[in-house]
């Protein structure tokens, strides 16, 4: 790591700048969290490590008639001590809560669990059940984009090197609605996922379903929206045979590698067990009961 | 290239250091400043020797670079204790055996300080719960666990 630079921007516009200046030879230093761990083995090189926690749009949480705008660097822990957001999303903030330890929730967050581009990234699919999208800076302006639409395979995102993630754009707190996230690991804490389902449920006033949407992780190289599931939950009061039928679409719909933490028939049975399991707590949260 | 000035304040007290922008904050406490309480473990951000509470909230300082530690406050295990004045938990620790070789003992005590200072009645789940990103290959957590709680009871002023 001899050699390496540091910059600590104030903006948005300065870190861009900074970005397509070092043309890929830089990385967005948030929490460091994987980064620092990946330089440490070498898995990662950078010239100029760029932190951003400076810049007041990637370290703050802010709440508007429209919704919540998360900055992409704000530490998971702070998540939770947002009561708008716990209340709005409590999904969103339990898969964040999973990600590590207290010391890892410190710093860790939801812009580099997504940027880190794992298929097994906890928030992801309880974002991606979310609806939120991602609001991307970058040398000729603005763009949003869905958050299933970022990672584009293990690793990878389809940001350019001269882009930054700026915030994760969530709706607001809304009645008769209900998101959860639940995770498989192969110890009782502390581990990465070989399932992560996230699902999020939206009741009519007679309690049938109108709409869902469901997100899996861990079961293919990216996390996945798994729409094919969510239909079976919309027309239904979410009752058992609509959830066998969820659980089943969420099998179906994984393609998981097999290897020591997980075989793949295994993580495809898990698949739609956390998908039903998940769909009922959203369930409970959209009618109040929970 | 240049050593890097940062200004920054530990336990309290205003500091100057140079470093290495590669440095971690946790080599410039034990390399620049001569803070050794602060241990290198796994240096990966997985066992939480290195622990320190960063403006405010608990970290693994191997995976917070130096140069970030401008303008913040960092609180280290040698700031636990007032005077020649053991904490409770050091105390407890000491008094229970809850350590043997010691290398962890400085990360486990940054971290239970930092829950009973956000939870001062926690259950014994929240205990564990809260110490997981702390490793020990010595005592087998029991009586680690079984001194922060008693270090809870007295600080609540029922022991």
């Known amino acids: 790591?001899?050699?390496?630079?540091?910059?600590?921007?104030?903006?948005?516009?300065?870190?861009?700048?900074?970005?397509?200046?070092?043309?890929?030879?830089?990385?967005?230093?948030?929490?460091?969290?994987?980064?620092?761990?990946?330089?440490?083995?070498?898995?990662?090189?950078?010239?100029?490590?760029?932190?951003?926690?400076?810049?007041?749009?990637?370290?703050?949480?802010?709440?508007?008639?429209?919704?919540?705008?998360?900055?992409?660097?704000?530490?998971?822990?702070?998540?939770?001590?947002?009561?708008?957001?716990?209340?709005?999303?409590?999904?969103?903030?339990?898969?964040?809560?999973?990600?590590?330890?207290?010391?890892?929730?410190?710093?860790?967050?939801?812009?580099?669990?997504?940027?880190?581009?794992?298929?097994?990234?906890?928030?992801?699919?309880?974002?991606?059940?979310?609806?939120?999208?991602?609001?991307?800076?970058?040398?000729?302006?603005?763009?949003?984009?869905?958050?299933?639409?970022?990672?584009?395979?293990?690793?990878?995102?389809?940001?350019?090197?001269?882009?930054?993630?700026?915030?994760?754009?969530?709706?607001?707190?809304?009645?008769?609605?209900?998101?959860?996230?639940?995770?498989?690991?192969?110890?009782?804490?502390?581990?990465?996922?070989?399932?992560?389902?996230?699902?999020?449920?939206?009741?009519?006033?007679?309690?049938?379903?109108?709409?869902?949407?469901?997100?899996?992780?861990?079961?293919?190289?990216?996390?996945?929206?798994?729409?094919?599931?969510?239909?079976?939950?919309?027309?239904?009061?979410?009752?058992?045979?609509a959830l066998e039928a969820v659980a089943a679409a969420a099998s179906a719909a994984a393609d998981p590698i097999d290897d020591k933490r997980g075989s793949a028939e295994y993580r495809r049975k898990v698949a739609g067990v956390l998908t039903r399991r998940a769909a009922k707590i959203a369930l409970d949260r959209a009618r109040g009961e929970q | 290239m240049a050593r890097r000035h940062v200004s920054t304040t530990i336990n309290g007290e205003a500091v100057d250091f140079l470093c290495e922008p590669h440095q971690t904050l946790l080599d410039a406490l034990r390399d620049e400043l001569q803070l050794t309480g602060t241990k290198e473990g796994c240096g990966t951000g997985d066992c939480g020797a290195c622990s320190v509470v960063f403006d405010g909230r608990l970290c693994c300082s191997c995976l917070i670079l130096a140069p970030e530690a401008e303008g913040a406050e960092v609180e280290t295990v040698e700031g636990i204790a007032t005077g020649g004045e053991l904490h409770p938990l050091q105390r407890h620790f000491l008094e229970e055996a809850a350590l043997q070789c010691g290398i962890c003992t400085p990360g486990f005590l940054v971290a239970a300080k930092a829950l009973l200072d956000s939870n001062p009645d926690p259950s014994e789940t929240e205990v564990r719960f809260a110490l997981a990103g702390n490793l020990c290959r010595c005592t087998g957590y029991d009586k680690i666990i079984r001194a922060v709680l008693d270090s809870a009871a007295e600080l609540r002023g029922e022991a």
């Open chain 1, 1 to 241: 790591m001899n050699g390496l630079g540091y910059e600590a921007p104030q903006s948005v516009e300065e870190t861009v700048a900074l970005l397509a200046r070092e043309n890929g030879a830089a990385r967005i230093l948030a929490g460091g969290t994987d980064l620092l761990a990946q330089m440490k083995t070498g898995a990662a090189a950078p010239q100029l490590l760029v932190d951003v926690k400076k810049v007041r749009e990637l370290s703050s949480v802010e709440e508007d008639e429209a919704g919540f705008a998360i900055g992409a660097a704000v530490c998971t822990a702070a998540l939770a001590e947002h009561p708008g957001l716990c209340a709005a999303w409590p999904g969103v903030v339990e898969a964040a809560r999973l990600i590590g330890s207290e010391q890892i929730q410190g710093r860790a967050s939801l812009g580099g669990n997504l940027c880190n581009g794992s298929p097994a990234a906890d928030s992801v699919p309880a974002l991606v059940a979310a609806g939120a999208s991602c609001l991307i800076a970058g040398p000729g302006g603005e763009r949003e984009l869905p958050v299933e639409e970022v990672i584009v395979g293990p690793g990878s995102t389809c940001l350019e090197p001269d882009e930054l993630l700026v915030s994760f754009r969530l709706g607001s707190g809304k009645a008769k609605r209900g998101d959860a996230y639940l995770r498989m690991i192969p110890r009782s804490e502390m581990d990465i996922a070989i399932v992560g389902a996230g699902v999020c449920i939206e009741l009519d006033d007679f309690g049938v379903c109108h709409a869902a949407r469901i997100g899996l992780g861990a079961v293919a190289p990216t996390p996945l929206r798994v729409d094919a599931a969510a239909d079976a939950l919309v027309g239904s009061r979410v009752d058992d045979a």
